[in-house]
Every structure is written in structure tokens, then in C-alpha cells.
């Protein structure tokens, strides 16, 4: 949020159609997390994973996921989960992949969607959830979905989640 309380709008170029195209964040986390990333593309590329340096942001590690998108089919594995991200949902799915539960939930279903979305249009998603949580009826995230690149085939291999839980 900016100083007034109210969500920030982000721009950004989505070259696939060549407009100015823009995201609002609610959270400080997640927009640091969007400039960092912005700021390691180029007009001819997405960042790699390779560009993304821990030593960069730390602060924001605690509230990052790397997934990794896999083709023919496509599936997506988590690499990593930060440890807030862990201790909010109370499990580390590192090394899962999305629905390995054994039942398909209608929340893998809305999290499949939004990250087939930002590998199909090379453009970052941002999203507020519900989630039932066992100390209240629910609680309220934010989540930020940037796609990362294999700069050799131009494929989006990697997604760089951030999540924060709203008041």
C-alpha cells in the first residue's frame, strides 16, 4: 500500500501484445518482490532463475516459493517453500507436485488455473485467496505469481511465487 492506505498499481510491458499492462498489490513485500523482478528483464527476455540471487532478498525469503513447471503434461513441482509460507499452511509441500495430496481441491484447481495463466501469457498474476485456517474461519492472502525463463528456449520454466497474509 502506499502512504494513503490504498493499493499500489504496478505496470508493466507485456511484449506478447505490446501494451502497458498494470497489477495492484496490496502488500510492501510483494511490490519489492516486483521490482526485483522487473528490473532483471529485458525487452527481449523474462529473468531466469539464474538472475534471481537469494543474497539479493532476504527479507523476502521467508514469503517466496519456486515452482517448477514441468511440460508433456504439464505439472508443477515445488522446488522450495519459504518458512512463513510453511508455518501458514502448516505444511511443506518442497518437492510436491500441485494435487499430490491424492484429492484434487477446488484451491489446486484456482492455483492450477492462475499458474497455467501466467505460463501461457508470460505475465505475472496477482491474486487474494481464502484459505479455512485452524485458529480462525479463514485467513486472507495476497500472492504474486512471475514467470522465469529459460533463456535458451524462451520457455517459462519456473514460477517465483510471493505470498503475504492481509490483516
Given at each position: 500500500m502506499d502512504a494513503g492506505g490504498t493499493a499500489r498499481k504496478i505496470e508493466f510491458r507485456d511484449?506478447?501484445?505490446?501494451e502497458v499492462r498494470s497489477v495492484s498489490l496490496n502488500s510492501i513485500p510483494l511490490q519489492e518482490l516486483f521490482d526485483y523482478w522487473s528490473d532483471r528483464q529485458t525487452r527481449q527476455h523474462l529473468p531466469s532463475r539464474q538472475q534471481i540471487d537469494p543474497v539479493d532478498i532476504p527479507h523476502l525469503l521467508s514469503i517466496?516459493?519456486?515452482?517448477?513447471?514441468?511440460?508433456?503434461?504439464?505439472?508443477?513441482?515445488?522446488?522450495?517453500?519459504?518458512t512463513r509460507v510453511v508455518d501458514w499452511f502448516r505444511r511443506d509441500f518442497t518437492g510436491c507436485y500441485l494435487g499430490?495430496?491424492?484429492?484434487?481441491s477446488q484451491d489446486d484447481e484456482l492455483l492450477r488455473r492462475g499458474y497455467n495463466t501466467v505460463v501461457?501469457?508470460?505475465?505475472?498474476?496477482?491474486?487474494?485467496?481464502?484459505?479455512?485456517?485452524l485458529d480462525r474461519p479463514y485467513r486472507q492472502?495476497?500472492?504474486?505469481?512471475?514467470?522465469?525463463?529459460?533463456?535458451?528456449?524462451?520457455r517459462v520454466n519456473m514460477l517465483l511465487v510471493g505470498m503475504t497474509q492481509l490483516p
Open positions: 511484449r506478447e501484445v505490446e517466496l516459493s519456486l515452482v517448477d513447471v514441468e511440460e508433456h503434461p504439464r505439472r508443477f513441482r515445488y522446488r522450495l517453500m519459504g499430490d495430496s491424492g484429492t484434487e501461457e501469457t508470460r505475465a505475472p498474476l496477482v491474486d487474494v485467496n481464502c484459505t479455512p485456517h492472502y495476497e500472492q504474486l505469481v512471475l514467470p522465469l525463463e529459460n533463456h535458451d528456449d524462451r
